[in-house]
């Protein structure tokens, strides 16, 4: 695996969530630069084989928004 897919969303109590798309890996952080290295720790700690270890983690934000029909 040379590159993983990670959802970045705002959690409702402050901070960001990082959930990687297709292997169990979750991290959650207060900053933006603390999830960052968060995701780099997680996705070290996750793959044993280094060779397994993906090169480049792709953040995609997802932004939910409420719009109220009148």
């Known amino acids: 695996m040379k590159e993983i897919v990670f959802l970045i969303n705002e959690a409702e109590e402050g901070g960001f969530t990082a959930q990687a798309l297709g292997e ?3 991290t959650d952080a207060e900053t933006m630069n603390d999830l ?11 793959f044993d084989n280094p060779a397994d270890k993906p090169k480049i983690a792709h953040l995609h934000f997802v932004k939910d928004e409420v719009l109220a029909i009148v």
């Open 24 to 26: 169990s890996i979750f």
């Open 36 to 46: 960052k290295k968060n995701i780099q720790e997680a996705i070290k700690f996750h």
